[in-house]
């Protein structure tokens, strides 16, 4: 586990497999809050929060408890109420202990609780059969990812909000459709990781 | 609640077109993106959702005046979570090919804002013949929007449908962006833009990503505000 | 009560959660066995695809750098069979290689893999993997996206360059281990990384 490997494991999820821009995680967020940049660079930072902690937390029960018990098929609803219990414990902590947190950024975990970006997040470092480290990079990289794919999004929102658009493109299809202009942006990063390690 | 009572024949049909789950209430958009690459894999995934909406509703209906209120979200995703794994394990056990294409997708149903949405929205304050209806309508109004999905970017982007080759390059070569993410984003903003068109032309709103049919409506201090736009 | 409010929803919920972990583990007891056998069935059928010639697989291992990697030695002599994986754009993908004693790819079955669907997931396709039935080139299986593969290459599929170096390392690393296992040197540039000795160009 070398540094280059970690930060190819970065380099990765935050460009070439942007977890919103290429595997389609955590899209609810991008689409729903990315018009303002102050809300969207908060819900980025919800979202790299509770990744890193999910992480942090479902990687060692995996390891530990589920695969040496034969329990690998309980992973979905273990995973998931783990998350959803942990968000909750973080909720009412920031709320009491840390007001100034809360406000920037824990209005918005409720919603990514059951959201597919922390799940899939957790699911992957699993599937890809990642050691804890590399676990924890890629969940930071997959964070920072969703951070830049959300502030370059509120920016090319924001030309929109002046621009002449047909009525029925209005709202949710220009955003969409401004999506995959960003998405294939993205495709050019694509040899980007191995290319730097050679 | 105001209009109670829907026949149970408007119930089932409500998701196929007019409160299709993706086009009109957009739910459920991280598995449609990903998994309307071809159209085979989007009835898969339709299946298998549906198959989980109608169990879950189902059950959620059953205990709805037995799970108490505080505890309802957590209660919905457990249930929820247990049917995703028992479909799971039986798609790998008797149809593994659908397991492979669909991968990480599958698992991630238990997220999918169309289940615990309509848990949510429906089968918390209905009974349970009504619940059912909904989740079969919803499931297959899903199966048809990403079966609409898949086969255009199936056919755009390599030039066959459901495998069998329609298209085989000697006019217009195929596309291969439209199964690459781009053309995910590009033909959804498409079809929400045709289903905008068409419902405006009968005098509905335009879709819209709003806290209405969000499940975590109700624990988000935001959507008191007015939601996150 | 305060302490009645706190409690029947946290029992309501725990019992639930029971119950759902029970069914849970009831389907699993039901599922696991066929699933294993589905799972030993296809290895099999892939074992007997990528070495057509052999009558039964012996099960043997080796040392190479202090890992023990398993392999299978065709009971009549003709040839082996190793199952390797490279990381490909959705996960691992595993290749079983079928390598006969004369040195030649008898044939390559891609068995696990996680790819784009409609992409790289063409890699399955025949059309694809015969490429790979070719005398053990000494420098190893290169990739070319030129459309005219030379005797040491194959083609890549266009648009899923990901996918198809991460099937032509596997397959370069179980050459590596068959070379290891029949004792013969390689002529060609060679790293410990597996598969990366083999240079492959992206893009």
Redesign the interface.
């Known amino acids: 586990m070398s540094v280059t490997n970690l930060v190819s494991i970065l380099l990765a999820a935050i460009l070439t497999n942007n977890f919103i821009l290429s595997k389609f995680l955590g899209i609810c967020p991008f689409l729903g809050v990315s018009k303002k940049l102050d809300t969207a660079v908060g819900m980025s930072a919800a979202v790299i929060f509770v990744m890193l902690i999910a992480t942090a937390v479902t990687w060692p029960i995996q390891t530990y408890l589920l695969t040496p018990n034969d329990l690998d098929y309980l992973q979905t609803i273990v995973f998931i109420l783990v998350i959803a219990a942990l968000v909750q414990f973080v909720e009412i902590v920031l709320k009491k202990y840390m007001v100034g947190l809360y406000n920037a950024l824990g209005v918005y975990l409720p919603l990514i609780t059951t959201n597919c970006a922390v799940l899939g997040v957790t699911i992957l470092n699993i599937d890809e059969k990642y050691n804890f480290i590399e676990s924890m990079v890629n969940s930071l990289g997959g964070g920072l990812g969703f951070m830049l794919a959300m502030v370059l999004f509120a920016g090319v929102r924001g030309r929109l909000e002046t621009s002449d658009i047909p009525k029925s493109l209005q709202g949710l299809p220009i955003t969409l459709v401004s999506a995959s202009l960003v998405a294939i942006s993205f495709l050019g990063f694509q040899g980007l990781v191995d290319g730097l390690f050679k | 609640m105001a209009k109670k009572q829907k026949s149970l024949g408007e119930v089932f049909t409500a998701g196929f077109i007019k409160e299709n789950p993706i086009l009109r209430l957009v739910l459920g958009t991280c598995p449609t993106l990903a998994v309307s690459t071809m159209a085979f894999n989007g009835i898969g995934m339709g299946i298998a959702a549906t198959a989980v909406l109608v169990g879950s509703n189902a059950v959620i209906s059953l205990l709805r005046n037995v799970i108490p209120d505080k505890v309802r979200i957590p209660a919905y995703i457990t249930i929820i979570a247990g049917f995703v794994t028992i479909i799971q394990m039986l798609v790998k056990a008797y149809a593994p090919a659908i397991g492979e294409a669909l991968g990480i997708y599958l698992r991630l149903i238990v997220v999918n804002c169309i289940i615990l949405g309509r848990a949510e929205s429906f089968a918390g304050k209905n009974r349970v013949l009504p619940s059912i209806l909904d989740g079969l309508g919803m499931g297959i109004g899903f199966t048809i929007a990403l079966l609409l999905m898949g086969s255009i970017r199936e056919i755009l982007g390599s030039g066959t449908w459901f495998g069998l080759t329609v298209n085989s390059g000697s006019t217009i070569e195929p596309m291969l962006i439209f199964i690459l993410s781009p053309g995910g984003f590009f033909v959804f903003g498409l079809l929400i833009a045709l289903a905008n068109k068409i419902a405006e032309g009968k005098g509905k709103e335009p879709a819209t990503l709003g806290c209405g049919g969000c499940p975590m409506a109700k624990s988000c201090s935001k959507a008191a505000e007015g939601g996150c736009e | 009560m305060n302490l009645k409010k706190i409690l029947?929803?946290?029992l309501?919920?725990t019992v639930?959660?029971l119950v759902?972990?029970a069914?849970?583990v009831l389907?699993?007891g039901m599922?696991k066995d066929?699933?294993a056998a589905?799972e030993l069935q296809?290895e099999e059928k892939a074992k007997r695809e990528v070495l057509a010639a052999a009558d039964d697989f012996v099960e043997q291992t080796i040392m190479i750098d202090g890992q023990e990697i398993t392999y299978y030695e065709a009971g009549n002599g003709v040839g082996y069979v190793f199952s390797t994986s490279s990381k490909g754009y959705?996960?691992?993908v595993v290749v079983m290689s079928g390598i006969t004693s004369e040195g030649e790819i008898a044939g390559i079955k891609i068995t696990?893999?996680?790819e784009?669907?409609?992409?790289g997931?063409k890699a399955l396709k025949t059309s694809f993997t015969k490429q790979y039935k070719k005398i053990i080139p000494d420098g190893g299986i290169l990739v070319t996206k030129s459309g005219s593969p030379a005797d040491d290459e194959i083609d890549a599929i266009?648009?899923a360059?990901?996918t198809t170096n991460a099937v032509t390392n596997a397959v370069n690393e179980a050459i590596n281990i068959y070379h290891e296992v029949t004792g013969v040197e390689i002529n060609g540039k060679e790293t410990e990384e597996s598969g990366r000795s083999f240079h492959c160009r992206?893009?």
């Open positions: 029947v929803p946290t309501t919920l639930i959660t759902v972990t069914l849970l389907t699993n599922t066929k699933i589905l296809a959705g996960g691992a696990s893999q996680n784009t669907p409609g992409l997931q266009a648009g360059t990901i992206i893009y």
